[in-house]
């Protein structure tokens, strides 16, 4: 089964090569295009597609706002951020809006088709100078302080394990890794799952899938 994907860019030969590169790949399909972020909410409620690929900067309603929009959907397809730049504000407003990954358009494109099989799989995926920009906050000397049990929660919460899954793998309960998962937005200050993956990788608490 394909994997149904929107690109959203406000570049229209950027956003034609992204789509020419994708459709190279046996497992993707691009089932629509977006030219602005409001264009791209609407069209992820039409087509309901696995995940959308998505610059930050456009007109309209930009990538990180779409985002979040996107993210509160019913059956939210995951989102991939795809752009030229890697400022911190930038990389933070991302991840605060639920996005699965970031990457630069300097990605090669085996590398990007990859990180969408591993973003719709529930991965977090970092492009490697993003991934730099977090490492250099790991010696921070002020960390939360999470349980071990919060953190082996978070651990498979990064390799893309659902609450179910990560209860089996633990011998608990659905509910009682929901409450470990609360317990560690609340220390990381952040609101979701991505965001507290990547907060605790940021901080040096755990280690991101390579």
Request: charge should be negative; aromatic fraction near 2%; hydrophobic fraction near 45%.
């Given at each position: 089964?394909?994997?149904?994907?929107?690109?959203?860019?406000?570049?229209?030969?950027?956003?034609?090569?992204?789509?020419?590169?994708?459709?190279?790949?046996?497992?993707?399909?691009?089932?629509?295009?977006?030219?602005?972020?409001?264009?791209?909410?609407?069209?992820?409620?039409?087509?309901?597609?696995?995940?959308?690929?998505?610059?930050?900067?456009?007109?309209?309603?930009?990538?990180?706002?779409?985002?979040?929009?996107?993210?509160?959907?019913?059956?939210?397809?995951?989102?991939?951020?795809?752009?030229?730049?890697?400022?911190?504000?930038?990389?933070v407003r991302a991840v605060e809006a639920g996005a699965r990954g970031y990457l630069?358009?300097?990605?090669?494109?085996?590398?990007?088709?990859?990180?969408?099989?591993?973003?719709?799989?529930?991965?977090?995926?970092?492009?490697?100078?993003?991934?730099?920009?977090?490492?250099?906050?790991?010696?921070?000397?002020?960390?939360?302080?999470?349980?071990?049990?919060?953190?082996?929660?978070?651990?498979?919460?990064?390799?893309?394990?659902s609450n179910a899954e990560i209860g089996r793998a633990l011998f608990i309960g659905?509910?009682?890794?929901?409450?470990?998962?609360?317990?560690?937005?609340?220390?990381?200050?952040?609101?979701?799952?991505?965001?507290?993956?990547?907060?605790?990788?940021?901080?040096?608490?755990?280690?991101?899938?390579?």
């Amino acid at each position: 089964m394909s994997i149904r994907v929107i690109v959203a860019d406000d570049h229209p030969v950027v956003r034609a090569g992204i789509v020419a590169m994708l459709s190279e790949e046996p497992d993707v399909e691009v089932v629509a295009e977006a030219a602005d972020g409001a264009q791209c909410v609407d069209l992820v409620r039409q087509h309901r597609p696995d995940l959308v690929l998505t610059d930050l900067r456009m007109p309209v309603m930009d990538g990180a706002r779409a985002t979040a929009v996107i993210r509160e959907l019913p059956d939210a397809p995951q989102v991939l951020v795809l752009t030229t730049y890697d400022t911190d504000a930038d990389i933070v407003r991302a991840v605060e809006a639920g996005a699965r990954g970031y990457l630069l358009k300097d990605t090669p494109p085996a590398e990007l088709a990859d990180a969408i099989r591993r973003a719709v799989r529930g991965e977090t995926v970092l492009a490697a100078p993003v991934a730099e920009r977090l490492e250099a906050h790991r010696r921070s000397p002020v960390l939360p302080d999470l349980t071990d049990r919060e953190l082996e929660v978070l651990r498979l919460v990064a390799v893309g394990r659902s609450n179910a899954e990560i209860g089996r793998a633990l011998f608990i309960g659905e509910a009682t890794v929901k409450t470990y998962l609360v317990r560690a937005f609340q220390k990381l200050g952040v609101a979701d799952r991505t965001a507290a993956v990547t907060a605790a990788y940021g901080r040096g608490l755990i280690d991101l899938p390579r």
